[in-house]
T-cell receptor, first 116, second 114 residues
């Protein structure tokens, strides 16, 4: 079945460091890919998304490129801030031949801590 | 903000008691979902709805039932709560067309079953 694998944390970085959180997927059909962020005590917020191969999603300095050849959607940010400390989830929404199965498949989440 | 509220936000209950969680949305979205979040598992789908009175099971539906009698409300019921159902429960709605649909989440309900 469809699945998402993301690097396990926790990840601890110093402010202004470069961030990469790896995410790979397996899916039949043509999935959309997402990154969600969860700040402490809060719900999930959509960070960015990509709906087809080679699309790049970006938001708040974060970006991720949908790589079909490597089945990857790695999250990157050039210079992290303390306020980026959160749990990041990679997810896919599987689609079958243009239709939608309707639910998201999530990775287990990666906790990021940024130190001043 | 997709206009999603969940109630209660926190609940403590005892094993064997029934529990109902409510998800309310204000923007007339057709699709609604219930997920649970557990350490080491990410989020997993419990049930979802694709319209009034139209629901289907997700990955971890055992021990849960749902109802949707009107568009804005999606109820999740634990008929007889067990300690394994201690979790954080998130409701979500789906927005957009089939090629670019995106899910947005409510603030969550933290449930502790003693």
């Amino acid at each position: 079945g469809d699945s998402v694998t993301q690097m396990e944390g926790p990840v601890t970085l110093s402010e202004e460091a470069f961030l990469t959180i790896n995410c790979t997927y397996t899916a039949t059909g043509y999935p959309s890919l997402f990154w969600y962020v969860q700040y402490p005590g809060e719900g999930l917020q959509l960070l960015l998304k990509a709906t087809k191969a080679d699309d790049k999603g970006s938001n708040k300095g974060f970006e991720a490129t949908y790589r079909k050849e490597t089945t990857s959607f790695h999250l990157e940010k050039g210079s992290v801030q303390v306020s980026d400390s959160a749990v990041y989830f990679c997810a896919l929404s599987a689609r079958w031949y243009g239709g939608s199965q309707g639910n998201l498949i999530f990775g287990k989440g990666t906790k990021l801590s940024v130190k001043p | 903000d997709a206009g999603i509220t969940q109630s209660p936000r926190h609940k403590v209950t005892e094993t064997g008691t029934p529990v109902t969680l409510r998800c309310h949305q204000t923007e007339n979205h057709r699709y609604m979902y219930w997920y649970r979040q557990d350490p080491g598992h990410g989020l997993r789908l419990i049930h979802y709805s694709y319209g009034v009175k139209d629901t289907d099971k997700g990955e971890v539906s055992d021990g849960y039932s749902v109802s949707r009698s009107k568009t804005e409300d999606f109820l999740l019921t634990l008929e007889s709560a067990t300690s394994s159902q201690t979790s954080v429960y998130f409701c979500a709605i789906s927005e957009g067309n089939k090629e670019a649909e995106t899910q947005y989440f409510g603030p969550g309900t933290r449930l502790l079953v003693l």
